[in-house]
Antibody, heavy 123, light 108 residues
Framework: QVTLKESGPVLVKPTETLTLTCTVS??????????VSWIRQPPGKALEWLAH???????SYSTSLKSRLTISKDTSKSQVVLTMTNMDPVDTATYYC???????????????WGQGTLVTVSS | EIVMTQSPATLSVSPGERATLSCRAS??????LAWYQQKPGQAPRLLIY???TRATGIPARFSGSGSGTEFTLTISSLQSEDFAVYYC??????????FGQGTKVEIK
């Protein structure tokens, strides 16, 4: 059974750095046909893709947030870490990690998703 | 960046009726489109990928169609557990993967 679980602080102050960890099980981060994405969802709003990482350490970031995001992985620990600097109240959201499954053309969809973790940014 | 537009924003349907949800891409995404279902307080769940392939364990009442810029998710006979928000997502031109704003299917 494939599962992903997010962990990290529930409350951060403005200007602080957020660090979230996604711990996966049931698949390996060294699998060349899979990756992990971070996606967030502000309360009552739509989904927003943030970043992804693949087994070869290829990384990509949201254009609008690129300067604030860093994604990394520890394959031995089955963990993917996302850091977001300079947090602001508008970054209040549920943050999800999700496995990426690649098709023959090396693009893919998200399945499954972690349960998500709500992060509130407030002083 | 490809913009995904879903319509309608809210769809009111009676149990047992058919629901048809639309998703339009600002440029062609071929068949590289997925649909997700999200219930309150839960993470999204994959329903459809490749525009028309049901994910594992998804009931046959869910079907997807379309290619290029126009896509449809059809729920043939709505069950009580199907009332949720549905999102489309393109993965043809990524990064970034982009989502629609969602369609809420509510009980009429």
């Amino acid at each position: 059974q494939v599962t992903l679980k997010e962990s990290g602080p529930v409350l951060v102050k403005p200007t602080e750095t957020l660090t979230l960890t996604c711990t996966v099980s049931g698949f390996s981060l060294s699998n060349a046909r899979m990756g992990v994405s971070w996606i967030r969802q502000p309360p009552g709003k739509a989904l927003e893709w943030l970043a992804h990482i693949f087994s070869n350490d290829e990384k990509s970031y949201s254009t609008s947030l690129k300067s604030r995001l860093t994604i990394s992985k520890d394959t031995s620990k089955s963990q993917v870490v996302l850091t977001m600097t300079n947090m602001d109240p508008v970054d209040t959201a549920t943050y999800y990690c999700a496995r990426i499954l690649l098709n023959w053309n090396d693009v893919g969809w998200f399945d499954p998703w972690g349960q998500g973790t709500l992060v509130t940014v407030s002083s | 960046e490809i913009v995904m537009t879903q319509s309608p924003a809210t769809l009111s349907v009676s149990p047992g009726e058919r629901a048809t949800l639309s998703c339009r891409a600002s440029q062609s995404v071929s068949s590289n489109l997925a649909w997700y279902q999200q219930k309150p307080g839960q993470a999204p769940r994959l329903l459809i990928y490749g525009a028309s392939t049901r994910a594992t364990g998804i009931p046959a009442r869910f079907s997807g169609s379309g290619s290029g810029t126009e896509f449809t998710l059809t729920i043939s006979s709505l069950q009580s557990e199907d009332f949720a928000v549905y999102y489309c997502q393109q993965y043809n031109n990524w990064p970034p993967a982009t989502f629609g704003q969602g369609t809420k299917v509510e009980i009429k």
